[in-house]
């Protein structure tokens, strides 16, 4: 379990996850002016990526997705129209600054002086290669462009290994200065259809092509482009082999190929060629460019960049070339020239997602933590039916302080019931129930069993100081104490029982009077041997409690919960132990499924003949009945489906069926482990927050400068790197690719509301388990004072448990009442909620976690990046409770362990033996019964 709780918080960092597709339009239109005005000519529209370096250009509107903004005849004020053209015929590729011939921020002595002011406030056109993508953008800049667009080549791919040998006007290129494109990376090989659809294989002759200068001259590009009709020698050669156009299309959608630098004849005049690929690329910083400029002193990137595709760039290139500049005449005073309109793909500017999460994420907490206290609940129904029924009879005896339990009975002193009073009052609780003599008939006389519970001044849940005992009163009153300095009963036919939960002692007495008929000495003494033994039996002999199978942490425990869940962060992080995480995660959320959502469900609608059938065969397995099959089939298929389709896809997330099971299996975890993880005092509760506060904040924040990044949101995301995402893009189906594009499945996820990025908003199991282990503190110890207090309350009605008028004044508005509407159970349900705003703990602890966990995501939305949700939740759930204590004046009761929690759970231990009560009271004649009013 320890294991299992350290993975919860490996997901901690609230982040996303983007697809690697174009994110800005830019929309194409030819500018007419003459002397009868300005028209403006649509031609097309193109996609671009942005880069990581360059600011965004103005964002567009939703209705821009479907109708193009350059289709108006008056654009907007926040856009703008820029002429496109080529870079200066001095620098061709705007490397010039990068190669050291250039320098455009100190032009004096440089041969491109008039090139300065070329480029201002247009957008240039600038092919791919020689130099990185953020060098080009910054030559740009300096020479006064409004923009760049950088488009992909072929040629780009090809480059010289020796950059300064040379071959001029040698007619065969020197093959082993060429480093040539990298196989599915920059092209893929294979048979058609191929593997996703696409990839071919083609001969070329090498003499067709230009060589010169070396490695390989851009003028090439135009033979291994198009189809047959444009000179493309790979559709040549497709088409000798008896392939179409169509056929060449679909296995080659960019329609080029590339040299592989694999040759087919022994000379090299024939080489291998395979179809290119021609899909968007993210543009990324590339450090130092260059350039004469250090570093450390270049200036940013301020205008817009943008890639785009070799098709993309082949139309705009088609339309740019009949318009070098924005002075080509057409007659007299007649001018035109090729603008662009670009604009930033619209997306929300604040996700609803996050909102729909983060009530995923309170409502998660409020339920776990709703249903922890749920057998403080469950407990009062089945008390109070016994009381109405005449089962159990209470009453609270008040005991003068003594240090000698023995010298304080038949004390008495007056308390007012208030919360404090009645929460802290260290009350005797006597319960009577019906007497048989074993075999289901009544015994000679009316006995009842008494069983009264006493807790001691210096009790501590934790163990710590002082013991909880109870003591046995006889029904004349009389109570006899057992020896609290040796542990045993002063009365022989007392009985030392041990409860799963706490150390304690239980003494049962039997008190036989005389019977009215004639009967000998030993006959009496064997019918009280005979209800001795069956009293203890019965009360002995129950189904294990909730609170039997509870893990309860102490300090320790939360200084090994942290160490463990740094060694399997940094697992994960190192190791890819993603199958062996998701495996765990399906089958282990199966299990809870099955437990909290699929086993009830068929209970309630599969026909009692049928559901509890027995199945033969099965019991090895643990499935004993119908329902138990159909139950566990059930959830375990849901689960090993959720698993395939992580192990199949590569980017399951997009699968809606993954992400809402995935959802489904986090939220039964967190119900799960906070009801069998529980902590008894706000100290615990506090080591472990403190502890996972600063671990998350040293995971998110500062791991980078130790791991070169940060190892919470590497690990919560994935780690999918841009190479990665873009040969996933390429090779869905790919194996390296199964599961890589979604993030660590132990976290809640929720996928953006109309954003074309396909992103997720995610938070971490951790962040909820953790704090809802403090929160579930807080409902349970509200749920032990409303158990407590119901008890005293009817105690103190004065009714004796029977099923006339007192016993039910003494239960009045404890019941279902049918004639309250569907409206008025809402404002009741509401009413409550904002009393236990002032009374309780639970309620501030769900307001306190829910306005952390906005924080959060707050600062997300506000940093443009992960956080730590601990770093907002743990400070004001700590502050919450540390502030309530305080103004109840309770903190040092909930730092050490409230005394009532373990008075609740003694009555809870009392509700668990009804059962058994109840089937002994069925067996005793009610005619016989005494009419006892215990004092």
């Not at 250039?102 to 092919?127: C, F, T």
């Not at 020197?174 to 196989?183: F, L």
Request: proline share 6%; net charge negative.
């Amino acid at each position: 379990m320890k294991a299992v709780a350290a993975a919860l918080n490996l997901a901690a960092a609230v982040s996303s996850v983007q697809g690697y597709i174009p994110t800005a339009y830019i929309d194409i239109h030819r500018t007419h002016s003459n002397l009868d005005g300005i028209n403006i000519e649509y031609l097309f529209r193109i996609e671009a990526t942005e880069s990581t370096f360059a600011p965004q250009p103005p964002k567009g509107h939703p209705s821009y997705t479907t109708n193009p903004l350059g289709k108006s005849d008056k654009l907007p004020s926040q856009y703008s129209s820029y002429p496109i053209v080529r870079p200066p015929e001095s620098d061709p590729f705007l490397c010039n600054e990068a190669t050291g011939t250039s320098n455009y921020l100190n032009p004096v002595g440089s041969i491109e002086v008039e090139e300065i002011g070329y480029l201002y406030k247009k957008y240039v056109l600038v092919p791919r290669g020689q130099c990185s993508f953020e060098a080009k953008a910054r030559s740009a800049q300096r020479l006064g462009a409004a923009g760049v667009m950088i488009y992909n080549t072929l040629h780009s791919r090809y480059e010289s290994i020796d950059p300064i040998k040379q071959y001029v006007n040698n007619p065969k290129p020197d093959w082993g200065n060429i480093k040539w494109p990298e196989e599915r990376i920059d092209y893929e090989c294979g048979t058609y259809p191929a593997k996703d659809g696409v990839g071919l294989r083609f001969e070329v002759e090498t003499s067709r092509l230009y060589w010169n200068p070396p490695p390989y001259n851009e003028l090439s590009d135009n033979f291994l482009t198009g189809w047959v009709d444009d000179g493309n020698l790979c559709a040549q050669d497709y088409e000798g082999k008896g392939g179409t156009a169509d056929g060449f299309r679909g296995a080659c959608p960019s329609e080029r190929c590339l040299l592989t630098g694999r040759n087919v004849s022994e000379d090299g005049s024939v080489m291998e060629a395979c179809c290119a690929w021609d899909l968007p690329v993210q543009m990324s910083s590339d450090g130092d460019d260059g350039d004469a400029v250090p570093q450390s002193q270049e200036e940013d990137v301020v205008i817009p960049s943008f890639f785009i595709t070799m098709e993309d760039a082949k139309k705009l290139l088609a339309v740019t070339d009949d318009s070098a500049d924005s002075t080509n005449v057409e007659g007299a005073g007649s001018v035109y020239y090729i603008s662009a309109v670009p604009y930033a793909k619209w997306y929300p500017k604040f996700h609803y997602s996050t909102v729909v999460l983060w009530a995923m994420a309170v409502f998660t907490v409020w339920i776990s933590c709703y249903e922890s206290a749920s057998e403080y609940r469950k407990s009062w129904k089945v008390i109070s039916e016994a009381l109405n029924e005449g089962i159990l009879v209470f009453s609270r005896n008040s005991v003068a302080p003594s240090p000698n339990l023995a010298d304080a009975v038949g004390g008495r002193r007056e308390r007012a019931d208030t919360d404090e009073t009645v929460d802290l009052a260290d009350d005797v609780l006597e319960v009577e129930m019906p007497e048989t003599n074993g075999n289901g008939e009544e015994s000679t006389g009316a006995n009842v069993h008494d069983l009264n519970f006493q807790i001691d001044e210096d009790f501590d849940v934790n163990g710590n100081g002082g013991r909880a005992t109870e003591a046995h009163t006889s029904t004349d009153g009389s109570t006899a104490a057992p020896d609290t300095s040796t542990g045993v009963s002063p009365n022989a036919n007392d009985e030392v029982v041990t409860d799963g939960t706490e150390e304690r002692m239980e003494t049962i007495e039997t008190n036989a009077p005389a019977a009215e008929d004639s009967t000998t000495a030993s006959t009496q003494a064997q019918q009280q041997q005979t209800q001795q033994v069956n009293a203890n039996s019965l009360l002995q002999s129950r189904a294990p409690s909730a609170a039997e199978r509870r893990v309860e942490l102490h300090a320790m425990h939360a200084f090994f919960f942290v160490i463990c869940a740094s060694a399997i962060l940094l697992l994960l992080f190192f190791f890819n132990l993603f199958k062996i995480v998701t495996i765990i995660y399906g089958f282990g959320g199966s299990a809870c499924m099955n437990l909290i959502i699929i086993q009830p469900l068929v209970t309630r609608f599969l026909p009692a003949k049928y559901a509890q059938m027995e199945v033969p065969y099965l019991k090895s397995l643990g499935l004993f009945t119908l329902a138990d099959v159909v139950s566990s089939a059930t959830s375990y298929s849901i689960g090993f489906a959720w698993i395939i389709i992580a192990f199949t896809r590569a980017n399951p997330l997009q699968n809606t069926y993954y992400w809402v099971i995935q959802d489904v299996l986090g939220i039964c975890y967190c119900i799960y482990v906070m009801g069998i993880i529980h902590i008894n005092t706000i100290m615990v509760g506090t080591i472990l927050l403190v502890l996972v506060f600063f671990y998350d904040i040293f995971y998110v924040f500062l791991s980078p400068y130790i791991f070169g990044t940060s190892v919470m949101v590497d690990v919560a995301t994935g780690g999918v790197t841009s190479g990665e995402a873009l040969f996933c893009y390429k090779y869905p189906s790919d194996y390296r690719c199964s599961g890589s594009g979604a993030p660590l499945p132990m976290m809640l996820v929720f996928p953006w509301i109309l954003d074309y990025r396909g992103g997720f908003s995610m938070i971490g199991l951790g962040d909820i388990v953790l704090p809802g282990l403090l929160i579930s503190f807080a409902a349970r110890y509200d749920g032990a004072k409303f158990l407590t207090r119901k008890v005293s309350e009817t105690n103190s009605s004065g009714t004796n448990g029977t099923n006339g008028s007192e016993g039910d004044h003494a239960l009045e508005g404890m019941e279902y009442d049918p004639t309250v509407t569907r409206k008025q159970a809402v404002m009741n349900g509401v009413m409550e909620f904002f009393k236990s705003l002032k009374k309780g703990y639970f309620a501030p602890m769900m307001i306190a976690y829910a306005v952390g966990l906005s924080a959060a995501y707050a600062a997300v939305y506000g940093m443009k990046r992960g956080q730590p949700a601990l770093l907002y939740i743990v400070p004001a759930c700590l502050g919450m409770i540390f502030a309530l204590g305080l103004k109840k004046r309770q903190l040092s009761d909930l730092w050490r362990g409230p005394k009532i929690m373990l008075k609740a759970n003694r009555i809870v231990s009392l509700a668990n033996k009804i059962p058994q009560l109840r089937a002994a009271a069925a067996t005793a004649p009610r005619n016989n019964l005494p009419d006892t009013t215990v004092v």
